[in-house]
């Protein structure tokens, strides 16, 4: 998987932050009556996803490490 860069506004925010804001995004699609009106709230909503997946994978990556590194220190 290729690492790219996180926008700057998401890069500092915490995967809890950015499902807030996933969450509020559906909130107000739900409420939402004309569709034609929220194409640009749907996009955004599929970008959060798209960056909340990266972030999770990079911590999932980063912990599998960290806990791989105690495994050898432990083995040794």
Known sequence: MKDKILPPEYDQSSLEEL????????E?????????NS???YRELLRLNNIIE???????KSISEETKKKINNILK
Do not use: H, M, P, V
């Open 54 to 60: 990266k972030k999770f994978q990079k911590n999932l």
């Open 28 to 36: 107000s699609l739900e409420k939402e009556n004309d569709l034609g």
């Open 39 to 41: 194409l640009e709230n």
């Open 19 to 26: 499902t807030e804001k996933a969450n509020k995004i559906i």
